[in-house]
């Protein structure tokens, strides 16, 4: 996170290193072309997606039973 806040004109990122959704997320808006972003190997999807929450969650629950419904 010590880049939080920072603009970079080039990064190096490693996914694998994030505990959290939120470590990608500062990395990656700190630089302002993708083309001078590398990410160093390939990763799991899970380390930048994070979970819906319980409010979304329950709206589209609720969003499907009204659509079965009309």
């Known amino acids: ?6 603009t970079m004109e080039r990064a190096i ?7 959290e959704t939120k470590a990608p997320y ?3 808006s700190c630089v302002t072309l993708l083309d001078s972003l590398l990410v ?3 990763f ?3 380390k930048i997606c994070c979970r819906q929450s319980e409010d979304i969650h329950v709206e589209e629950k609720q969003q499907s039973i009204l659509a079965q419904q009309t």
């Open 40 to 42: 160093l190997h390939p």
């Open 44 to 46: 799991n999807k899970k």
């Open 13 to 19: 990122i490693d996914f694998e290193s994030c505990n």
């Open 26 to 28: 500062v990395m990656l």
């Open 1 to 6: 996170h010590k880049a939080q806040g920072q």
